[in-house]
């Protein structure tokens, strides 16, 4: 086991600096000068070869980035040049709303997907099963931005209500105004990442039903709730497990929209907004972070793996 | 692993087809063992035919400014609105159609095309030639796709050709790394190592042994990936950086809505109604082929 993880760790390593170089060197291609944007259309040559030596942008791509790597290194993630803040404060005093956020949807996915998918399976090809699997494709169909969209226009027209804007509350400081400001866009993002997991969790269990041990279980005489609760959900969450996991994925990039229509000061409206400005240094920040992020959620879904399905061994 | 009432041989199945029934039953039979497919389908053939025939069918011209007063509301001469120009916003949700379906269709053809020849390849040649497709497969199916389309539509610049081409390789990685698991599976099978023997050439192997073989389980990934295909290019557009303006992108009508004062909720309740609808079709379609096709996960 252990020889596996550091394997899959060096494996990490180079998903990890493939994609931050890919990234770098995407944004390089990007047409646009971050350099004139920055000065604005009446800068003179000067002034914008002074900023581009000065952001470093006259160096060879690969000399930029090994530039920017060692200065990772020591801990120092820069100053932005289009907003002169510093980039390592920004995600420290960004990450705690983007943290509820994100812990807030998967509870809700958790809460609604599992138990959903479990009366699904059990109550197969009945009413409600069918209800329960429409529900959960509108949930994979309905655009998240228009129903946030929604969310917020419809309540402001007809009662002249909208959740605190502008300023982003944390939960100590005022729970009941933090919980108005984070419950709408979790749930929101919830829905969709709920729906999948319903779905999963329905075929898991239905797939596990059909084993040779529940039959034994039954032939026994168990009851049928200790039958599916102890012995089929428990095998049939493995796969749900994973694939929860790499949701979070999904939902970093869900962060981008949902946070930007509720005005949210997270990480997902920082790299939105980072990339709208051609913030070259903080997109490249951002995707590293990221791309750090899932590729430990993806080792820890394997190493969860293993521990719930005890069958599993790595070597 | 098939049930009791599948029969195990596939060829056998569909020869006990009784061959004598006419095709309203079929079809009516069809219609009961998957209504939802059905819905979803004729959901998909109504917005192919009000994109096809938008010009004919759609009550004023899309960019008609002067079609009514702006921000009218639900009338019969507009019933779906207007927005702050005074644009019809039933003629733009028909025109929109083209847009999405035309975005969807080409970026996932083209997306799949490429994705399963290299996944046939991958698992073919296998090695370490594989081995290097695959890595980089992970590293680009770990990234959020949603970022790593905004960036590179960023690089590309706005437009309806670029935003075909960007969801077209976002596609890529995920859908090789299935159709490469199909093709690893299949390579297991006697027919492959018959070919072989009788002397067939590895692409002819490839191209005529082993596409048709995976061919069905492309269809099926491809019908859900075009209402995530259409998803993609309504998110890309509601963020700015898809379809550009004055075309009736379903995506940026909601954020052109969203961001007007006074608030009129007709203007973004209708594209975005139209966005899910279309997403549900291809969902459901999805679904109900993947029943059909997957003989394993019938009666599930």
């Known amino acids: 086991m252990q020889a596996y993880i550091i394997r899959r760790l060096m494996a990490a390593v180079v998903t990890v600096f493939v994609l931050s170089l890919a990234v770098f060197w995407l944004l390089r291609l990007i047409p646009t000068d971050p350099a004139v944007l920055i000065l604005g259309m009446n800068a003179t040559d000067e002034q914008v070869q002074g900023l581009r030596h000065e952001m470093g942008l006259d160096k060879p791509i690969l ?37 509820e956020l994100l812990a807030l949807t998967v509870a809700f996915t958790v809460l609604f997907g599992i138990p959903f998918g479990i009366i699904s399976a059990v109550y197969q090809n009945s009413l409600l099963d069918y209800g ?24 402001a027209q007809q009662w002249g209500y909208s959740p605190p804007i502008a300023q982003t509350v944390g939960l100590l400081e005022d729970p009941w105004d933090n919980l108005r400001q984070f419950v709408p866009p979790a749930l929101i993002l919830g829905l969709t990442a709920a729906a999948g997991i319903m779905r999963l969790t329905r075929s898991s269990l239905l797939e596990v039903l059909r084993q040779d041990y529940i039959r034994t279980a039954r032939a026994k005489g168990l009851q049928e709730r200790l039958v599916i609760l102890r012995h089929g959900l428990k095998n049939s969450l493995v796969p749900v497990v994973t694939v929860l996991g790499l949701q979070v994925a999904g939902l970093l990039g869900g962060t981008v929209i949902i946070e930007s229509i509720f005005t949210l000061r997270g ?49 | 692993m098939a049930s ?41 053939l ?43 916003m039933l003629s733009r949700v028909i025109y929109g159609a083209r847009i999405s379906l035309a975005v969807g269709f080409l970026s996932v053809i083209g997306g799949t095309a490429i994705a399963t020849a ?30 790593f389309l905004l960036i590179l539509v960023t690089v590309l610049g706005p437009s309806m050709r670029n935003v075909i081409l960007v969801i077209g390789i976002g596609i890529i990685p995920g859908v090789s790394r299935v159709v490469r698991g199909a093709v690893l599976s299949e390579k297991q099978n006697q027919y492959v190592e018959a070919a072989r023997a009788l002397g067939a050439s590895t692409p002819r192997i490839l191209f005529r042994h082993l596409l048709p073989n995976v061919a069905a389980l492309a269809i099926v990934i491809m019908t859900t990936l075009l209402g995530t295909a259409i998803l993609a290019e309504a998110s890309l557009s509601f963020l700015g950086l898809g379809i550009p303006p004055p075309n009736p992108s379903w995506g940026a009508d909601v954020n052109a809505a969203r961001n007007s004062f006074p608030i009129h909720i007709p203007w973004a309740f209708f594209p975005g109604a139209a966005i899910s609808l279309t997403v549900l079709g291809f969902n459901f379609l999805g679904d109900a082929l993947r029943d059909l096709f997957d003989p394993r996960l019938r009666g599930r």
């Open chain 1, 267 to 315: 990480l997902g409206q920082y790299t939105f907004e980072a990339l709208f400005r051609r913030d070259f240094l903080v997109v490249q920040t951002m995707a590293l972070y990221i791309a750090v992020v899932v590729v430990l959620m993806n080792l820890l879904v394997d190493i969860l793996y293993a521990w719930l399905d005890p069958r599993i061994r790595y070597s």
């Open chain 2, 118 to 147: 290299i996944g046939i390849f991958s698992g073919y040649v296998g090695g370490w030639v594989d081995n290097v497709i695959q890595r980089v497969a992970d590293t680009l199916i770990a990234f959020p796709a949603l970022i």
């Open chain 2, 46 to 88: 109504v917005l192919a035919v009000a994109g096809l025939a938008a010009p004919w069918l759609a009550p004023y011209e899309v960019n008609d400014i002067g079609a009514g007063q702006p921000l009218e509301g639900m009338s019969w001469a507009h019933p779906f609105g207007t927005d702050s120009s005074g644009r019809d």
């Open chain 2, 4 to 44: 009791s009432d599948t029969v195990l041989i596939p060829e056998l199945g569909a020869a006990a087809v009784p061959r004598g029934r006419g095709r309203g039953r079929r079809v009516l039979s069809l219609v009961r063992k998957q209504p939802l497919g059905v819905f979803g389908l004729a959901v998909i």
């Open chain 1, 132 to 155: 329960v699997r429409v529900v959960a494709v509108f949930g994979l169909s309905i655009p998240t931005f228009w129903l946030a969209t929604l969310v917020i226009l419809v309540p």
């Open chain 1, 63 to 99: 000399q930029q980035y090994l530039d920017w790597m060692q200065q990772l290194l020591t801990g120092n993630l820069g100053r932005s040049f289009v907003t002169h803040s510093d980039v390592g404060d920004e995600i420290l005093s960004r990450l705690p709303v983007t943290l």
